[in-house]
């Protein structure tokens, strides 16, 4: 069975700086998609960036990026110039064949961006 | 565009009462999701529907939880005989089928206290 792993409860960063938040995972398929969701303090929860596990490059969306090591199955979300609204909790999930399209989730990392 | 929409909100039931939480899903997404949220065991997977088939609800209590899909643009949860235990915030989310990666996108979530 899949799962994801997200060991950092929370990080602290002052705004303008970089925060890097870790997650592991386990699958035994050979073909996966990772994601990244941010749920703000109104409980939305929004999409923010995908790693195809086929793909070399580490994805990159405006201020955030992965770093994707597939030897050490492990997708960690760079965020660089942090912003007071950055502050959320941040999710990785995993979706690979055997689950069909439904995603695993971690247990989220709270980010707070203090001035 | 309408994002995913969930209703009611907020509910509030007695212990053994019946609590029913509906989502609309995004015009033209076929896959609709349902978890659940709390503290202690984040976001779970409940059930997934396809074309409005049900597919996989591997996550679905055996008892007292059920869910349905009449049509296209409405999904329907319904807990009976509601527990303390059930209390949770209860998150819709859609997605394209064929040709997407999976990516959700979720709805604001109905928050079930039940007393």
């Known amino acids: 069975a899949q799962k994801v792993t997200q060991t950092q409860t929370s990080i602290s960063v002052v705004e303008k700086t970089t925060v890097t938040m870790d997650c592991v995972y386990e699958t035994r398929d050979s073909s996966y998609f990772l994601f990244w969701y941010k749920q703000t303090a109104s409980g939305e929860i929004v999409f923010l960036i995908r790693?195809?596990?086929?793909?070399?490059e580490n994805a990159t969306v405006g201020h955030y990026s992965l770093n994707f090591q597939k030897p050490k199955s492990s997708i960690g979300l760079i965020i660089t110039a942090t912003q007071i609204e950055d502050s959320a909790v941040y999710f990785c999930a995993m979706r690979d064949n055997s689950a069909g399209n439904k995603l695993t989730f971690g247990i989220g990392t709270r980010v707070l961006v203090r001035p | 565009n309408a994002g995913v929409i969930q209703t009611p909100r907020h509910k509030v039931t007695g212990k053994g009462q019946e609590a029913t939480l509906w989502c609309e899903p995004i015009?033209?997404?076929?896959?609709v999701f349902w978890y659940r949220q709390t503290i202690v065991q984040g976001l779970e997977f409940l059930t997934y529907?396809?074309?409005?088939?049900?597919?996989?609800d591997s996550g679905m209590p055996k008892e007292r939880f059920s869910a349905q899909m009449p049509n296209q643009s409405h999904s329907t949860l319904k807990i009976q005989s509601t527990q303390p235990q059930d209390s949770a915030v209860y998150l819709c989310?859609?997605?394209?089928?064929?040709?997407?990666?999976?990516?959700?996108?979720f709805g604001e979530g109905s928050k079930l206290t039940v007393l």
């Open positions: 015009s033209g997404h076929s896959a």
């Open positions: 529907f396809r074309n409005q088939a049900p597919i996989d």
């Open positions: 790693q195809d596990s086929y793909k070399k």
């Open positions: 989310a859609s997605s394209l089928v064929g040709g997407n990666t999976g990516q959700l996108y």
